[in-house]
């Protein structure tokens, strides 16, 4: 089942975008959802300074999980 990006959800970005200076695997938080698929990805450095904000759909980005998967 395929997790829907929701506000505050961190991922990581699964293909670069080099206009925006961003690699695979940039991690970012979603802080903004339109409709039900697209969203507002904020990227920031280690101390903590934007980056870039890209429009994505959540199909650019891994959902990062830290809860394991119950039941069956």
């Known amino acids: 089942m395929e997790h829907k990006i929701q506000p505050l959800d961190t991922g ?4 670069a ?4 200076g961003l690699k695979a695997g ?3 938080t ?3 959802v339109f ?13 903590g300074r934007a980056i870039a904000l890209a429009a994505l759909k959540s199909a650019d980005v ?3 999980q830290y809860e394991p998967v ?3």
């Open 62 to 64: 891994l959902v990062l």
């Open 35 to 47: 409709g039900e698929e697209d969203g507002e990805v904020e990227f920031v450095d280690k101390q």
């Open 17 to 20: 975008i080099p206009a925006l």
């Open 26 to 28: 940039q991690i970012g």
């Open 12 to 15: 990581a970005l699964l293909q």
């Open 30 to 32: 979603v802080v903004e």
């Open 70 to 72: 119950s039941g069956p």
